[in-house]
């Protein structure tokens, strides 16, 4: 039998080898299908006149800012991670949309946005309230007064049941295998996802592990770091994956409309 080496990689910065296949894996279904419901918000609060400029926060490797910019909206595209923002370029090239590395605690671009989105409970990555309203502060100095915010987050129950306490295979691919374990801690409503990659190099496999840490909130605590920060609250409805609906008890996923005072 063929012996193969292995390198150990640690990172513990979310995002780094994920980017890879990450579309291959299905992971931007999620913001392709919000994508097309904002465009649909979007579109009603659209200025006729003016070239209409979206922000994607946390936008991983582009397919939400692709679809934006394919229907004629100036996008810019904002992540921490080059590794996503590596592939968004691949994917879709630098022309048709602006990528920028910056953390969204410190969001800071030239001019101003007429819409924000924040997709696929990125916002669940803030693991404490404090930076959770940084977020808020920084898209209410780029926002343009009147505009809209729409993002999604994980619901207490939904981090609790969706991730919960468990070892499972993420991607089994040949050249791509990543095992995930994820651990609920309850008191802190956080979870700490473990990812063990291992990924063919030639006759070699690189090991890798990085670590995903996201917390979920009471809707009343998101709802009131909004407020604070100029935001009032349009709508809260439950994102299914697919449509907006009515809040439930059971509801995981909470999608907020807020407008810029
Ligand atoms: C679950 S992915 C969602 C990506 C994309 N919105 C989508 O729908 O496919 C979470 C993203 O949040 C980004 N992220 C996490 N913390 C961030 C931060 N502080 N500032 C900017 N981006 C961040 C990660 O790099 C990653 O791309």
């Not at 926060?57 to 394919?70: K, Q």
């Not at 810019?76 to 691949?90: F, H, N, Q, V």
């Not at 800071?108 to 409970?121: E, K, L, P």
Request: hydrophobic share 40%.
């Amino acid at each position: 039998m063929e012996k193969s080496s292995m390198n150990l990689q640690e990172s513990h910065s979310a995002y780094r080898h994920l980017p890879r296949t990450y579309a291959a894996c299905g992971e931007t279904e999620f913001s392709v299908r919000m994508a097309e419901w904002v465009l649909v918000r979007i579109s009603e609060n659209r200025p006729a006149e003016s070239q209409f400029h979206v922000l994607d926060l946390a936008c991983g490797v582009g397919a939400a800012a692709e679809i934006f910019a394919l229907n004629g909206y100036q996008v810019t595209g904002i992540d921490s991670s080059e590794e996503m923002l590596m592939e968004a370029r691949r994917r879709t090239g630098s022309s048709l949309v602006e990528w920028i590395k910056q953390d969204m605690r410190q969001l800071n671009v030239a001019g101003h946005a007429d819409f924000v989105t924040c997709m696929y409970d990125a916002l669940n990555f803030m693991t404490t309230v404090d930076d959770l309203s940084a977020v808020f502060g920084r898209v209410a100095t780029v926002l343009r007064c009147g505009g809209l915010f729409i993002f999604d987050m994980y619901t207490i129950r939904g981090l609790a049941e969706t991730w919960g306490s468990r070892c499972e295979i993420h991607t089994d691919r040949a050249d791509f295998f990543v095992v995930s374990q994820t651990e609920w801690n309850s008191e802190a409503s956080i979870n700490t996802k473990t990812l063990h990659g291992f990924e063919r190099d030639g006759a070699c496999w690189r090991r890798w592990i990085e670590r995903h840490v996201i917390r979920a909130y009471p809707m009343e605590v998101i709802w009131a770091a909004l407020e604070k920060n100029n935001f009032h609250v349009l709508d809260v409805s439950e994102w299914t994956g697919a449509e907006a609906r009515p809040l439930r008890p059971e509801t995981t996923r909470l999608l907020f409309t807020s407008k810029r005072l």
